[in-house]
């Protein structure tokens, strides 16, 4: 894809930007500098009205689909080409930033506002999508709206998610009228789709660390989780010699200690261990463990790497349970696949950065978002601003003005050349 000289004179209307990323960061404030805007929450469903007033505003129709996700959008000149999409969400997580999502989506509108406003020809119609409960927060699941939209979930097993409080999915859909039947007409066709493109703030400290702007993601990362049982003898730890023990947890302790090692070798493509979780049990100070359950969580941008790993954790941990007498049992809780974003993006946003002098990293996203599920639709981009120190899913969470300016700017090159 080649950037034509009219696409590079248009800019973001920066102040406008910030107005409106300020005025969304205002629905759901809490006393404690948090933004609590969990999804389908009276806070959510605000924060999405709210972007209805902006688009209104702008002169860009909309439209809400059966689960409820904001659908702006701008008519090409060919109304039968396919659309290119931008978008994020406005869902946070309880205690959460002002930038998570809402970049994204306050970026999105705005470059269809510039397009609009500059009059610029362009074939294909530009959506700006606000993606409904796109953080697991809530409902133990992540990307709810991009994943209806793209056929990703099955309705039914979305319907009968419950929250913490009991109340069920499907019940909160019901009281805004929308069925099993909406959810599946929600659903759209790759051909519908041009492109996707989303800003989203990077929520680590990669950026920042190297001192680059914009973050060029390639791939997405995906986690493969292992359930790992050690069960050895619980014993009294003062009439038990050291020779006679099956001490459950010891023996979970080497484990933990390859995971890490195990990871560290794998450098090129990286490959993130933890053992998050850890229950040991009868838990008491004069007991030999009997029994300890690891959650074992590993991540990585290649399915290869992440396989390779995992096998051998689960090699090791046969080992060890061999070496100390212990009865191991292995289940794999998770297995997702690493989604790779579309290199004819990745390329148009390194074109445009080298174009416009901006410094960029190519780089891969351990934090999964919208783009991961639209990229099973079409082609997807996935361009990452700084978040400061690394903080997000947090009231701390901060991104430079500048950087979220620049985000947006580097969205409105790319969208109009390729609605161009
Ligand atoms: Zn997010």
């Known amino acids: 894809v080649r950037a034509s000289p ?8 920066r102040e406008r930007l910030v107005a409106d990323l300020n005025r969304l960061a205002r629905i759901g404030y809490t006393e404690r500098g948090s933004v609590r805007r969990l999804a389908f929450s009276v806070e959510e469903l605000r924060a999405r009205q709210f972007l209805t007033h902006l688009l209104q505003r702008a002169g860009i129709p909309f439209r809400f689909d059966g689960i409820g996700n904001l659908i702006g959008r701008l008519e090409g000149r060919d109304p039968g080409a396919p659309a290119v999409v931008l978008g994020s969400h406005v869902d946070t997580v309880p205690d959460g930033g002002k930038f998570d999502g809402s970049v994204g989506v306050v970026s999105a509108l705005e470059v ?20 409904v409960a796109e953080e697991s927060s809530r409902f133990g699941i992540s990307t709810i709206g991009s994943g209806v939209m793209t056929g990703a979930v099955d309705p039914a097993r979305l319907l009968a998610l419950a929250d913490a409080e009991g109340q069920r999915l499907g019940d909160i859909l019901l009281r805004m009228g929308l069925t099993a039947d909406d959810l599946r007409a929600a659903r759209r066709e790759p051909t519908e789709f041009h492109a996707f493109l989303e800003v989203h703030i ?9 001192g680059r702007p914009i973050g060029i993601v390639r791939a997405i990362a995906a986690a493969t989780r292992l359930r790992v049982e050690a069960v050895g003898r619980a014993d009294h730890s003062g009439a038990t010699p050291m020779a006679l023990r099956q001490d459950a947890l010891v023996g979970a302790a080497e484990l933990i200690r390859f995971v890490e090692a195990a990871c560290r070798e794998m ?8 053992v998050g979780t850890i229950r040991v049990e009868p ?20 399915a290869a790497a992440k396989a390779a790993v995992a096998a051998r954790v689960e090699a090791e941990a046969r080992r060890i349970g061999a070496a100390r007498t212990l009865e191991v049992r292995i289940t794999k809780t998770m297995d997702e696949a690493p989604v790779p974003l579309h290199p004819d993006l990745v390329a148009l946003f390194e074109h445009l950065c080298r174009r416009d002098g901006i410094p960029y990293l190519l780089m891969d ?26 903080i997000s899913h947090n009231p701390a969470e901060w991104t430079d003005l500048d950087d979220v300016a620049r985000g947006a700017d580097l969205l409105l090159q790319a969208a109009a050349e390729l609605a161009a």
């Open 6 to 13: 009219a696409a590079a004179r248009l800019a973001i209307n």
């Open 112 to 131: 269809a506002r510039t397009i609009r406003e500059a009059g610029l020809a362009h074939r294909h119609p530009i959506e700006v999508v606000v993606f």
């Open 202 to 210: 990077e929520q680590g400290r990669v950026l920042e660390t190297a």
């Open 267 to 274: 450098a090129d493509p990286p490959v993130v261990g933890t």
């Open 283 to 302: 838990g008491a100070v004069n007991v030999v463990p009997g029994l300890a359950v690891l959650g074992v969580d590993i991540r990585s941008t290649s």
């Open 365 to 390: 996203s351990g934090a999964g978002h919208d783009a991961m599920k639209m990229a099973a639709a079409t082609r997807a981009g996935l361009i990452l601003i700084p978040s400061r120190r690394g």
